[in-house]
Nanobody, 116 residues
Framework: QVRLVESGGGTVQPGESLRLHCVGSGGINTFYATMGWYRQGPGKQRELVAEVHSERAIDMADSVKGRFTISRDDARKTVDLQMNNLQQEDTGVYYC?????????WGQGTQVTVSS
C-alpha cells in the first residue's frame, strides 16, 4: 500500500519562501513513477503545480515557473517543492502525488497560506 506524507506547509507573507517535503513508502516503483505536487485553492479545482516524470522530464504550471523548483530523490522516495516569492494566489492545500501506471496516489495535504 502506497503512503505519502507531506510536511513543510505554513503561513507566510508575500515574497517569502517555503519548502514542501513528501516521503513515500510502500509499493512505489521509482523506475517508472511520476512524482509531483498538486494544489487546491479556496473555491478552485485541484490543479497540477509541478511533477517529475521517471525520465526526469518536468511539467510545471505557468503560474509558478521561475518561482518554484521541484526535485525528487528516488533512493529516498521523496519529492520536494521549493517555493520562492510566494504570492496570495499560491494559497491552498498542497498535495503530494505519485502516478504509477493507471493508479494515482495522494497524500493528506498540507496547507500553504500567503497573507500580508
Amino acid at each position: 500500500q502506497v503512503r505519502l506524507v507531506e510536511s513543510g506547509g505554513g503561513t507566510v507573507q508575500p515574497g517569502e519562501s517555503l519548502r514542501l517535503h513528501c516521503v513515500g513508502s510502500g509499493g512505489i516503483n521509482t523506475f517508472y513513477a511520476t512524482m509531483g505536487w498538486y494544489r487546491q485553492g479556496p473555491g478552485k479545482q485541484r490543479e497540477l503545480v509541478a511533477e517529475v516524470h521517471s525520465e526526469r522530464a518536468i511539467d510545471m504550471a505557468d503560474s509558478v515557473k521561475g518561482r518554484f523548483t521541484i526535485s525528487r530523490d528516488d533512493a529516498r522516495k521523496t519529492v520536494d517543492l521549493q517555493m520562492n516569492n510566494l504570492q496570495q494566489e499560491d494559497t491552498g492545500v498542497y498535495y503530494c502525488n505519485v502516478g504509477q501506471g493507471a493508479n494515482m496516489y495522494w497524500g493528506q495535504g498540507t496547507q500553504v497560506t500567503v497573507s500580508s
